[in-house]
Nanobody
Framework: QVQLVESGGGLVQAGGSLQLSCAASGRTFNSAAMGWFRQVPGKEREFVAT????????YYSDSVKGRFTISKDNAKDTVYLQMNKLKPEDTAVYYC????????????????????WGQGTQVTVSS
């Protein structure tokens, strides 16, 4: 089992910045990649960004590319999402997710490739 705990959400004005953290614990040795998704009420959970533990390969959705940066600290089993130039449409609950075993980059944005999920942290961007 792997436990994921997100932190860092909150309320920020448009144009501002926030950094989310996701700390992993438990049987993390088999984790291949960590990702961030987000969801607003009434909509499907959508992919934001992913990073592989080995090699640090990153993937981003088009909507956040150039504004968000995903990074990792292997020693701390922690992944970060630095969010800059935030927009009201970034408002959502942000979820951290872990993909175990082999990781096919082709499917990085597919929810089914992720085995474990955190509880989510709310990010609200005011206009």
């Amino acid at each position: 089992q792997v436990q994921l705990v997100e932190s860092g959400g909150g309320l920020v004005q448009a144009g501002g910045s926030l950094q989310l953290s996701c700390a992993a614990s438990g049987r993390t040795f088999n984790s291949a990649a960590m990702g961030w998704f987000r969801q607003v009420p009434g909509k499907e959970r959508e992919f934001v960004a992913t990073i592989t533990w080995s090699g640090g390969i990153t993937y981003y959705s088009d909507s956040v590319k150039g504004r968000f940066t995903i990074s990792k600290d292997n020693a701390k089993d922690t992944v970060y999402l630095q969010m800059n130039k935030l927009k009201p449409e970034d408002t959502a609950v942000y979820y951290c997710a872990a993909a175990m075993g082999s990781f096919a980059g082709t499917y990085h944005d597919k929810r089914w490739i992720y085995n474990y999920w955190g509880q989510g942290t709310q990010v609200t961007v005011s206009s």
